[in-house]
């Protein structure tokens, strides 16, 4: 039986692999590292089978569960160009730095600033008015 992280859960991470065929998948893990040498063994989505290699594209630690699965709603959500600019980020410094280890992916990830969600248009007032009781 899987159990579900809680809040006090530490080092909750969010991240982002390129599998063969440049097929981006998002998850969650509390050890990237495991997570991706399970990915190599073909262990994951079914959906994912035979796609490998498999290559680490961005991290991103998260201070609890909640904030993590929101994270990965939010890149869930981007449009393909807009993953590939914050992976391209990302990428420019962990591949200049001199430690590519991922210790250092998680520090420069932190230096990133996520890029900011438009909520379509006419949402701020759809969400105001039902704020308001109307």
């Not at 959906?47 to 709603?73: D, H, I, M």
């Not at 932190?110 to 008015?129: C, D, F």
Request: with cysteine; aromatic share 8%; net charge positive.
């Amino acid at each position: 039986m899987t159990s579900t992280p809680s809040d006090s859960d530490e080092r909750l991470y969010v991240y982002i692999v390129r599998f063969q065929g440049n097929y981006l998948y998002i998850g969650l893990a509390r050890d990237v590292k495991a997570r991706l040498e399970e990915f190599e063994r073909g262990k994951g989505p079914d959906s994912l089978n035979g796609k490998r290699p498999v290559e680490l594209a961005y991290v991103r630690q998260c201070a609890s569960f909640p904030e993590a699965r929101a994270l990965a709603k939010l890149l869930k959500g981007y449009t393909r160009e807009r993953k590939e600019r914050l992976i391209a980020a990302f990428q420019q410094r962990w591949q200049s730095s001199p430690e590519q280890s991922l210790e250092q992916a998680y520090q420069i990830s932190m230096t990133l600033p996520l890029p900011s969600v438009k909520p379509p248009q006419g949402t701020e007032t759809r969400l105001n008015a039902h704020e308001a009781g109307s």
